[in-house]
């Protein structure tokens, strides 16, 4: 408690602060309630100016409740929060950027080996370890968006008590100042009283100075807290957009995502049976067109057997041909025989007759 007093003193001590921000609100008196005037009058009355313990300890509980505050930003609760969940969903968005529905084959091997079904079964794959991912991630935001929930109302209950403690300084400075004003005006009266012990006079300007220091410490501390109060808000603000956020990531966008990627899977299997289909009518095209080709010269070649004649008029042409060879040859081959025979026979006789004269002259 000391310490969080310490800290406040030492802020308002070393802080420069406009004047405006240290004057009270115009006809703020007149602005009171008539039991926040009481309370006012109560305030006055007590105020013991040469009681330097009452001094110091004036409006202290304001100004230990405002250390409080400041040990409760600087903790950096929702700094950490917010700097965790950002780091959750750059993940998740990173595991969504990083899932493929595309599971295209790489290599010329792999794409003729590959199969649709085989296909299917790495997207879903794909995709349930990703979602599985996500999961984790979407559970660990969950977890976060009620942490930041709960510095989103512990900020709020320091909104709250700032503006308590705020009005309540203005309240207690207030009264103060018109108690030193009072005092100013004994500490004038001694001043002129020539029977004054001038000691006396000396030590009641010490405790009108020193409360006057007082009163101005309490103010820088109002103005602190006047400047806390935006600063609670921008804390709040963005705490409020981070859970905003997380929830549009949980209830927006990765379902979206999922709604997309089942899509994706069902147009990878249309696409398949597509293809099937496609390759179905290609087959059956080509059967068709080969059926017909068949046909055609199937057809061509009855009718053109129809149209010929039993023998061709070649064949007749190429038989008269080979039998008007064949007498050709004959007569050329028995007139070269007769003659021949007729060469042997002269040849005979003529042997015949060299033998017959060969034995005559045998002796």
Known sequence: MEMNQN?????????TVPMDMLALPTNYGERLSPQMQNQVRSLV??????????????????????GKFADSMLEGKSSKAIGETGELLNQ????????????????????????????????RDNY??????????????SRKQQEISRVYDEFESLFISN???????????????????????KLADMQQDTNADPQDVRDYADAVNRFDKRLYDLKLTRAIA????????????SAQQVIDTIKTAINTSIPLWKTQMAMALGIRIVQAGLAAANNVNDITNKMFLSVSEAGKNLAIESAKANEKGVIDIETVRKVNQNLIESFTESTRIT???????????????QLETDLVTAIRNIK
């Open 335 to 349: 007139t070269e025989a007769i003659e021949t025979r007729k060469q042997n026979a002269a040849e005979l006789k």
């Open 92 to 123: 998740a968005m990173n595991q969504i950027k990083g899932y493929d529905t595309d599971c295209e084959p790489k290599g010329f091997f792999a794409k003729i080996m590959s199969s649709p079904k085989k296909k299917m079964e790495q997207i």
């Open 226 to 237: 006047i400047s806390l109060a935006p600063q609670i808000r921008t804390v709040q603000k």
């Open 45 to 66: 009355s007590s105020i013991n100016i040469m009681n330097k313990d009452f001094v110091s300890s004036y409006g202290v509980e304001q100004q230990t409740t405002l």
């Open 163 to 185: 503006k308590e403690t705020y009005e309540y300084l203005t309240t207690i400075i207030y009264a103060g100042e018109i108690a030193l004003e009072e005092e100013r005006k």
């Open 7 to 15: 800290a406040a003193t030492n802020a308002t001590q070393t802080t």
């Open 128 to 141: 349930r370890s990703t979602d599985g991912k996500i999961d984790v991630i979407v559970k660990e935001l």
